[in-house]
């Protein structure tokens, strides 16, 4: 088998993996839901804004690779919970910018350390080598991923 081959048996098998445990992972995280009533996506755009002071409808867009509207309807929904505020820049009306309030970064915080238990039950039945093969994989697979992503970007400026 040519090496070209094995690659690709590999991202093959990749594929299904990721396929399985993506359901699994979200099953086990979320068992029927979270105490919030939240969404998945709710929550990684609550996560976002934790590390944040402000931020646009703009930023959001492009952080959840949505349209401006699909991102202000994802902020309404938060704000209408008590989540965060938004607030016009004083200095261009058109500018609007959204962040957590405290009941916001309470429950952001609190689902974070419900996941964090989740994560240490499933570390602790993977065993001690089990957990440090999965994080050096899990590793290798950012910085590659990275690497990528930023060869590519200078091609695609190095190509303007």
Do not use: C
Request: proline residues 1%; negative net charge; aromatic residues 8%.
């Amino acid at each position: 088998m040519e090496e070209a081959d094995i690659y690709l048996e590999y991202a093959v098998r990749l594929e299904k993996i990721w396929e399985d445990a993506f359901f699994l992972f979200h099953e086990f995280m979320f068992e029927r839901g979270n105490e919030e009533g939240l969404t998945h996506v709710q929550i990684m755009l609550l996560k976002f804004l934790l590390d944040k002071e402000s931020v646009t409808v703009s930023n959001v867009a492009d952080f959840m690779g949505v349209t401006m509207a699909a991102a202000s309807s994802l902020l309404d929904r938060l704000e209408k919970g008590g989540l965060i505020t938004r607030d016009r820049s004083e200095t261009d009306r058109r500018v609007v910018y959204a962040g957590l309030t405290p009941q916001g970064r309470e429950v952001i915080e609190k689902f974070a350390a419900r996941r964090r238990k989740k994560l240490q039950l499933l570390v602790t039945r993977m065993g001690r080598e089990g957990a440090l093969n999965y994080l050096k994989a899990q590793k290798l697979m950012l910085e590659t991923l990275e690497l990528i992503l930023k060869e590519r970007s200078e091609q695609e400026a190095s190509n303007v």
